[in-house]
T-cell receptor
Framework: TQLLEQSPQFLSIQEGENLTVYCNSS?????LQWYRQEPGEGPVLLVT?????EVKKLKRLTFQFGDARKDSSLHITAAQPGDTGLYLC?????????????FGQGTILTVHP | DSGVTQTPKHLITATGQRVTLRCSPR?????VYWYQQSLDQGLQFLIQ???????AKGNILERFSAQQFPDLHSELNLSSLELGDSALYFC???????????????FGEGSWLTVV
């Protein structure tokens, strides 16, 4: 069974601070996706990383996929209250399992003004 | 708006009852997935259908079943409900993304089931 360990589970910071969320596994994934979920809504895809060592930037968000495609990180620069939400990483094993995602437990981020 | 539509949004029912959750995928998407989200288990994959056929199964209980119809909408049937079945149930559909040879998955807003 593939597992994704996400940390930290909770993060409470002040506006303007930087933060990093980690997603680690002992398994290799064909791709890894990061989602953001707000209360009462479904997860919304932020980014998909595919290649080992890949770095993708989305405004103040930087996503990195580990060289071995087993881990990933999400770094937010100068966090804003609008970044508050649940952040989820999800791995796709690929092959016959395409689309069957294994999710981390999530990181609840609260950014205080 | 992801384009994936789920009904009902909220449902309260008693233990032992049966409910049906409905999902319409994004236009043109052939794959439908069902996920369960609870506080203790997080988001868990239940089952996937592709063009009417079951493609993959996750930790779906025997009391639960699903199907995908010719018009590609899907239903998740939950029977003999227990208190522990209270959760958010998400439907998702996917499109093949050639840029990375994988599926991009879009989630609906979920159906919140409360069993009392």
């Amino acid at each position: 069974t593939q597992l994704l360990e996400q940390s930290p589970q909770f993060l409470s910071i002040q506006e303007g601070e930087n933060l990093t969320v980690y997603c680690n596994s002992s398994s290799v994934f064909s791709s890894l996706q990061w989602y953001r979920q707000e209360p009462g809504e479904g997860p919304v895809l932020l980014v998909t990383v595919v290649t080992g060592g890949e770095v993708k930037k989305l405004k103040r968000l930087t996503f990195q996929f580990g060289d071995a495609r087993k881990d990933s990180s999400l770094h937010i620069t100068a966090a804003q209250p609008g970044d508050t939400g649940l952040y989820l990483c999800a791995g796709d094993a690929g092959g016959t399992s395409y689309g069957k995602l294994t999710f981390g437990q999530g990181t609840i981020l609260t950014v205080h003004p | 708006d992801s384009g994936v539509t789920q009904t009902p949004k909220h449902l309260i029912t008693a233990t032992g009852q049966r409910v049906t959750l409905r999902c319409s995928p994004r236009s043109g998407d052939l794959s439908v997935y069902w996920y369960q989200q609870s506080l203790d288990q997080g988001l868990q994959f239940l089952i996937q259908y592709y063009n009417g056929e079951e493609r993959a199964k996750g930790n779906i209980l025997e009391r639960f079943s699903a199907q995908q119809f010719p018009d590609l909408h899907s239903e998740l049937n939950l029977s003999s409900l227990e208190l522990g079945d209270s959760a958010l149930y998400f439907c998702a559909s996917s499109v093949w993304d050639r840029s990375f040879s994988g599926n991009t998955i879009y989630f609906g807003e979920g159906s919140w089931l409360t069993v009392v």
